[in-house]
Protein backbone atom coordinates (compact mmCIF):
# COMPACT_ATOMS: atom_id res chain seq x y z
CA UNK A 1 0.00 0.00 0.00
CA UNK A 2 0.98 3.20 -0.70
CA UNK A 3 2.07 5.47 2.06
CA UNK A 4 0.18 9.57 2.19
CA UNK A 5 4.24 11.01 0.23
CA UNK A 6 4.02 8.16 -2.52
CA UNK A 7 0.58 9.09 -3.59
CA UNK A 8 0.80 12.98 -4.19
CA UNK A 9 -1.57 16.02 -3.07
CA UNK A 10 -5.56 14.66 -2.65
CA UNK A 11 -7.12 15.82 -5.36
CA UNK A 12 -9.33 17.62 -2.89
CA UNK A 13 -6.32 19.67 -1.59
CA UNK A 14 -5.77 20.42 -5.43
CA UNK A 15 -9.28 21.44 -5.66
CA UNK A 16 -9.13 24.05 -2.43
CA UNK A 17 -5.75 24.90 -3.91
CA UNK A 18 -7.35 25.67 -7.02
CA UNK A 19 -10.23 27.70 -5.05
CA UNK A 20 -8.23 29.68 -3.13
CA UNK A 21 -6.60 31.05 -6.42
CA UNK A 22 -9.31 31.41 -7.85
CA UNK A 23 -11.55 33.25 -5.52
CA UNK A 24 -8.29 35.10 -4.36
CA UNK A 25 -8.31 33.81 -0.68
CA UNK A 26 -5.47 33.96 1.49
CA UNK A 27 -4.31 30.58 3.44
CA UNK A 28 -4.68 32.17 6.50
CA UNK A 29 -7.77 32.64 5.87
CA UNK A 30 -8.67 28.98 5.24
CA UNK A 31 -6.47 28.07 8.08
CA UNK A 32 -8.94 29.97 10.62
CA UNK A 33 -11.89 28.47 8.63
CA UNK A 34 -10.55 25.59 9.40
CA UNK A 35 -9.75 26.00 12.73
CA UNK A 36 -6.61 25.29 12.08
CA UNK A 37 -2.73 27.55 12.41
CA UNK A 38 -1.64 28.62 9.20
CA UNK A 39 1.68 26.76 9.59
CA UNK A 40 -0.44 23.67 9.40
CA UNK A 41 -2.82 24.74 6.64
CA UNK A 42 0.48 25.56 4.70
CA UNK A 43 1.19 21.41 5.28
CA UNK A 44 -2.16 20.40 4.29
CA UNK A 45 -1.47 22.39 0.86
CA UNK A 46 1.74 21.02 0.20
CA UNK A 47 0.48 17.70 0.69
CA UNK A 48 2.68 16.76 3.69
CA UNK A 49 -0.36 16.44 6.53
CA UNK A 50 -4.05 15.60 5.93
CA UNK A 51 -7.03 17.66 6.26
CA UNK A 52 -9.75 16.23 8.59
CA UNK A 53 -13.43 15.49 7.35
CA UNK A 54 -14.46 18.31 10.53
CA UNK A 55 -11.68 20.87 9.06
CA UNK A 56 -13.09 20.50 5.20
CA UNK A 57 -16.47 20.77 6.66
CA UNK A 58 -15.83 23.96 8.74
CA UNK A 59 -14.52 25.63 5.28
CA UNK A 60 -17.01 24.63 3.11
CA UNK A 61 -19.92 26.16 5.66
CA UNK A 62 -17.11 29.23 6.26
CA UNK A 63 -17.16 29.60 2.26
CA UNK A 64 -21.19 29.01 1.85
CA UNK A 65 -20.54 25.71 0.13
CA UNK A 66 -21.04 22.01 0.54
CA UNK A 67 -18.44 19.94 1.44
CA UNK A 68 -19.26 17.39 -2.12
CA UNK A 69 -18.01 20.90 -4.18
CA UNK A 70 -14.53 20.02 -3.21
CA UNK A 71 -14.68 17.15 -5.32
CA UNK A 72 -16.25 18.72 -8.06
CA UNK A 73 -14.55 22.11 -7.79
CA UNK A 74 -14.85 24.20 -9.81
CA UNK A 75 -18.52 22.62 -11.12
CA UNK A 76 -20.98 23.20 -8.21
CA UNK A 77 -22.58 20.31 -7.32
CA UNK A 78 -26.83 20.55 -7.91
CA UNK A 79 -28.70 18.01 -6.78
CA UNK A 80 -31.84 16.97 -9.48
CA UNK A 81 -34.89 17.21 -8.09
CA UNK A 82 -37.25 14.75 -8.02
CA UNK A 83 -34.68 12.40 -8.78
CA UNK A 84 -36.66 9.10 -6.77
CA UNK A 85 -39.85 10.35 -9.44
CA UNK A 86 -37.99 10.23 -12.87
CA UNK A 87 -37.30 7.35 -14.84
CA UNK A 88 -34.97 6.94 -17.92
CA UNK A 89 -35.35 4.04 -20.47
CA UNK A 90 -33.58 2.86 -23.62
CA UNK A 91 -35.04 1.16 -25.98
CA UNK A 92 -32.96 -0.74 -27.93
CA UNK A 93 -34.82 -2.43 -31.24
CA UNK A 94 -32.66 -5.26 -32.87
CA UNK A 95 -34.18 -5.53 -36.89
CA UNK A 96 -33.59 -7.39 -39.75
CA UNK A 97 -33.49 -5.77 -43.05
CA UNK A 98 -36.60 -8.15 -43.76
CA UNK A 99 -38.38 -7.11 -40.85
CA UNK A 100 -37.40 -3.67 -41.01
CA UNK A 101 -39.65 -3.40 -44.51
CA UNK A 102 -41.78 -5.54 -43.16
CA UNK A 103 -42.75 -3.62 -40.08
CA UNK A 104 -43.36 0.27 -39.45
CA UNK A 105 -41.36 1.15 -36.63
CA UNK A 106 -44.63 1.94 -34.82
CA UNK A 107 -46.02 -1.69 -35.27
CA UNK A 108 -42.33 -2.77 -34.18
CA UNK A 109 -42.96 -1.19 -30.88
CA UNK A 110 -45.91 -1.86 -30.05
CA UNK A 111 -45.78 -5.69 -30.57
CA UNK A 112 -42.89 -5.47 -27.84
CA UNK A 113 -44.95 -3.69 -25.48
CA UNK A 114 -47.88 -6.47 -25.79
CA UNK A 115 -45.32 -9.47 -24.22
Known sequence: MKNEKQMGKHPIITNLSKLMK???IKQ???AN???IAPSQMSRVLSGNTQLGLWQLSNIATNLNMQEID???YPDIYEKK???ENSNNFLLEIELTDEE???FTLKNKIKKILKK
Open 22 to 24: DKN
Open 28 to 30: ETI
Open 33 to 35: YAE
Open 70 to 72: FFT
Open 81 to 83: ENA
Open 100 to 102: LRE
